[in-house]
């Protein structure tokens, strides 16, 4: 199977296994800590078992990359308020239906009590939904990174365009470097180096990363197969051993450094950056995406005044350290004895990108 058999080859794993136990053998006097800030990276790490192959001084822990555990307490309580509006046809990606808001109810327990939930694969579905009922007023919980939100900017420009006035946006999109500017700032944490997203790099570029090499850590922008993963912290390691740190790519075949202009520019037309709060991070400056004034008619809080949410935290889960790469699944109390993927507690156990929810599929 061409471009997914050449990144799984066994020799090929063997030799990259081979050069990054050689490169943190001169590292041996010390523990090197690199963190993946992909949900799609701490899946495919889960999923091939690529922890158990590494040096004993090496250590791989996951960052805030999935788009569903990232979002607050708050947010989640705010969907559920505008699910719950009468006439509101609300809409989202699939995961975000289980996460549990402040009472333990999601918009999947919502939806069962008769609340008209559905889910998207994407803000262009909910242009045709406001397009064949004029009277529904239907609602898009937007979230994501880079990736995405350009897409949702686009949709934006096609419900002006077409004229469509009954679709509106709740905008909990993330915008990626002030998240990374949070971690490298954070004394708590004592991280080498970044796999940083393939994905959103396709929109960003390089660009994005451009701090973490000031700071004195190694970063490369990394493809998703195994062989993409165990070459990204080899690049990784080689930096750390020389001292000489930049923003590498790895992923070749998917991005440019330049990234995405085109998207970028649609992307910023609709939305500027906002202040964001973050699950376990709490609020980050500028890591937001709110409308434009040109745009604030999509806004959904133009429609639909939300009131203060005094959102809790889910009692004894741990999502919150957990996405900060301080503690793993494992130190959760309620990992795999409460929570469980049938039954999660938290977001992390919600999502199939989730640390948790990977942690327990294939560990």
Known sequence: MKYIDEYRDPSLIRGLLTRIGETAGSLADRTVTLMEVCGTHTQAIARHGLKALLPGNLRLISGPGCPVCVTSACDVDTALYLAGRENVTFATFGDMLRVPGSGG????TLRADGADVRVVSSAADCLAMAEADPSKDIVFMGIGFETTSPTVASAILAARKRGLTNLTVFSVHKVVPPVLQALLDDPSLHIDGFLCPGHVST????AAYERIPASGRAAVITGFEPADILEGVLMLLRQIAEGTFDVEIQYTRGLKTEGNARAREILERVFRQSDAEWRGLGTIPGSGLAFREEFGTWDVR????????????????????????????EDCPLFRRVCTPSQPVGPCMVSSEGTCAAHFKYS
Not at 105 to 108: A, P, T
Not at 203 to 206: A, D, K, S, V
Not at 305 to 313: G, L, T
Not at 315 to 324: T, Y
């Open 105 to 108: 109810r999601s918009l999947q």
């Open 203 to 206: 929109i960003t570029g390089t």
């Open 302 to 329: 133009s429609r639909h005044p939300v009131p203060e949410m005094p959102a809790e935290e889910i009692k004894g889960c741990s999502c919150g350290e957990i996405l900060r790469g301080v503690l793993s699944p």
